[in-house]
């Protein structure tokens, strides 16, 4: 078996992963089995850039690779093309996107940068692992450069209808440079046969079923591979000392009445301002939930440079004013709105205190917060997921309460019955849940791609 080569934006960490969650998890773990090299962006702007030194830190069987890149990289590569271009276009924001010919340019231009450095490393049995839209183009540019590897793709984020994506200058270009991957994963099946859609509609390529595409005399696979967490270790999180004390803090705060959670970075696709609009509907429409129910909201601040990101913000605090001038009382806060961020087990425990897990998306690749909330609750006595039908995690978690996250009413509706819902189907809804993320982890989700892309490599 070769190694694995890894290549992400960001890199790490190996040890102590559970702080970071259950991708870090997963790809440690691939990577500590097959030994190999984990390569990415340092983080840092220097005048070099991807031309500087690459920065390595080795542990036994992992060696973790790091580069610079310059301003220019920065702006037009990750502020502009990634997070400007394909992050709006791909959770389906034509509003919010910005096509500027310079931002692709940089994009390819750092993707082929990276591609370069990291083809000298390479050994001729290592399996590359690929991940998510920062990437798209970088497995062209490794197979121009005769690298002939197995080669995986994992896409994070939706992937669109090709109605949607078209909107894209160049977006045929994009996708031709993806199947120069082996295997193209996806978070849901809808994802994966948008994609498959796309190359036969525009690329005049077959789908040939079972997720294999025929293309220009090559095949490849683009399903679904939807992507899980550390279920049995982040269970664990919510029952150690770290995450008692804060249930502890939260449930003398109650004082017996509910809580909402919601978990999620600031950004436009979490759909945070039509969540706040829902629940102050929920005390409209349901007013004996007044001074009996309340919303915490949990936002650590993300890309807080970019103007989209701004306007959100200044939003949800209007709101949160606003709610809570309408409804609060002496005793009683309707809207607790902390833009900070927690360590992992705190917020395993504040899952675990709160009766409802509030996860409402307008689009999302996944959602991790989703899974992390099942796996925090008590068998005995679990919450309730309240979830976005335009989540990933919609896919694969029926028995929670679904709902259109664009209609206030609905949502508000969904709460009622989250509220509301009885003891035993609770519980019948969690186990279910619960026995499901623990069977398709995040490392069953690492290894199934693994095995996959053996089968196909040319
Ligand atoms: C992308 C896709 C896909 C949040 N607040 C705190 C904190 N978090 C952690 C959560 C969770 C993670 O951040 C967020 O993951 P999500 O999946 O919800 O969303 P994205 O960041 O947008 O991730 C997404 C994912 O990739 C994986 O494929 O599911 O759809 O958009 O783990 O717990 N962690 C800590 N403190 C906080 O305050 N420690």
Redesign the pocket.
């Known amino acids: 078996m070769g190694r694995l080569v890894v290549v992400s934006n960001r890199v790490g960490p190996l040890k102590d992963t559970g702080?970071a969650?259950?991708?870090a998890v997963a790809l440690v773990d691939a990577l500590s089995q097959s030994g190999g090299i984990w390569f990415g962006w340092s983080g840092d702007v220097s005048e070099e850039g991807t031309f500087g030194q690459l920065k390595t830190q080795t542990t036994r069987k992992v060696q973790m690779v790091q580069l610079d890149m310059t301003q220019a990289d920065y702006d037009e590569f990750y502020a502009g093309y990634a997070n400007r271009t394909l992050w709006p276009v791909l959770h389906y924001r034509l509003d919010l996107a910005v096509f500027d010919r310079r931002f692709e340019q940089g994009y390819r231009h750092v993707n082929e940068r990276f591609a370069t450095r990291v083809a000298p490393l390479l050994e001729s049995d290592d399996i590359v692992w690929v991940h998510d839209y920062h990437f798209l183009t970088f497995g062209a540019n490794l197979r121009a450069m005769d690298i002939g590897n197995p080669m995986a793709f994992f896409l994070?984020?939706p992937f669109p209808a090709p109605e949607i994506l078209a909107a894209l200058p160049n977006a045929s270009s994009m996708v031709r440079a993806m199947l120069a991957y082996d295997l193209i994963g996806f978070?849901t099946e809808r994802d994966a046969a948008n994609f498959r859609r796309f190359v036969v509609e525009e690329l005049e390529g077959t789908d040939l079923g079972d997720g294999r595409l025929q293309i220009s005399g090559g095949e490849v696979i683009a399903r679904a591979y939807p992507?899980g967490i550390d279920a049995e270790a982040f269970s664990k999180f919510a029952m150690s000392p770290d995450a008692r004390r804060n249930m502890g803090r939260l449930e003398k705060l109650l004082g017996g009445r509910q809580q909402i959670i919601g978990?999620?970075?600031i950004?436009y696709?979490k759909g945070l301002p039509e969540r706040f609009r829902a629940f102050e509907r929920l005390l409209e429409d349901y007013p004996e939930n007044r001074g009996r129910v309340s919303l915490m909201q949990?936002a650590?601040p993300s890309r807080a440079e970019l103007d989209a990101y701004i306007d959100i913000r200044r939003q949800l605090d209007e709101m949160t004013g606003h709610v809570n001038g309408r409804f609060a009382d002496l005793d009683w806060t309707p809207i607790r709105f902390l833009t900070?961020?927690?360590?992992?087990r705190a917020?395993a425990g504040i899952y675990r205190a709160s009766r409802v897990g509030l996860v409402t998306p307008l689009r999302?690749?996944?959602?991790?917060?989703a899974k992390?909330y099942i796996a925090a609750q008590r068998a005995e006595d679990p919450g309730v997921l309240v979830l976005s039908r335009f989540a990933?995690a919609a896919e694969g978690m029926k028995e929670a309460v679904i709902v259109n996250p664009h209609s206030a009413e609905e949502v508000a509706a969904g709460l009622q019955t989250a509220i509301t819902m009885p003891l035993e189907e609770r519980r019948d809804r969690w186990q279910i849940m619960f026995d499901r993320l623990c069977r398709n982890d995040a490392v069953a989700w690492s290894r199934a791609i693994m095995s996959d892309v053996r089968t196909v490599a040319r």
């Open positions: 702080r969650g259950g991708l994070h984020i978070q992507i978990v999620d970075r950004d696709s949990v650590p900070k961020s927690f360590p992992r917020l999302d690749g996944m959602n991790l917060v992390e990933g």
